[in-house]
């Protein structure tokens, strides 16, 4: 049974509770939050036995993994403390801000014989496995699209002159790294490394990204992804063939409810579970012993990320966290 322990209060935490649902070889053993009544209510909520606003005590526990939900920025010194204590990280995406900071961890892993693992939730979602089997019958591929857009509830704050984590690059905010990733580990995934990058975004005052396209040119065809957090759109995915269209109602993120586009057939629907459960029980399965699957997987987290660095580089968005 892994002893888990979480960094963060936030709405991702919680999600993560709910993900734990129907694991049984792993619990939450501590918790994690600056705000030590929120951190407090937290943890009576889910009956999690120790509980601080001391991120040294939480680590102190030596629970088995540390669970990093903190904003993005934060994730490379959390890292840093749990792995220095020999302790795994899994860590929400984007892993952390830049490529220096990641190489760095992984260094630090190997010293200290850890696991770095991120929570992919489209490397682990049930539709992925779908979608791979059926591309040979779209015949060539030519056209990939991607959307995955909605009004964060915080942008109403940054208009009234507030700074929230999302829209800083302080905390290493803006749609691509809060939303556009996703697209960019389906793309990497199933069809490898672009030959060209592009990103085009509109830029906030504040420094980063509200809406952005990201465009991955491939050999024969383009992988346009679209992001957004100061509009709602509907989440929609297409991989368009020659022969035959695979469609989504959803993000990359879930990879759900998806069907053909010509002959109407229904490949998938949903998991029993939230996509999110799925990556959590991924990461046990690094942590079980499957180092091929772990290097692998840490492989493509290393090209998600530099892609995303070159697209922020074009856009000239400077996270602090680059200085």
Partial sequence: MYQIGILGTGDISHSFMK???????AGVCGLYGRNLKKTQEFAKQYGIAFCTSNEDELIGQKPD???????????????IKAL?????????????????ELDHLIALSKKTNTKIIEITRTLS??????????????GPIRFVHMSFAKYSRKYDAYLRGEAPNVFTTEYSGGALYDLGVYGVHLALTLFGDPKRIHYDCVKLDSGV??????????????VSIQ???????????YLCGEKETITSLSPASTMTHISTL???EELFKEGEYDVFHYAIVDGLRMMDGD????????????????????????ADIVFEADQ
């Fill in 209 to 222: 990204d509200a809406a952005g396209v990201l465009n991955l040119t491939y050999p024969e065809f383009l």
């Fill in 84 to 100: 220095s204590a020999g302790i795994s990280i899994l860590i929400e995406k984007p892993i952390v801000s830049n490529v220096k």
């Fill in 291 to 314: 180092e091929e699957f772990y290097q692998a997987r840490l492989a493509h987290s290393q090209k998600v990320l530099a892609v995303m660095c070159e697209a922020r580089a074009q």
């Fill in 19 to 25: 993900a734990m649902e129907g694991i049984g070889n």
């Fill in 227 to 237: 992001c957004g957090k100061n509009f709602e759109r509907p989440y929609d995915l």
């Fill in 262 to 264: 010509k002959s109407k």
């Fill in 65 to 79: 993994l540390i669970y990093i939900g903190l904003p993005n920025s934060m994730h490379y010194n959390s890292a």
């Fill in 125 to 138: 979602a049930p539709g992925l496995e779908i979608v791979r089997d059926y591309l040979p019958k779209l």
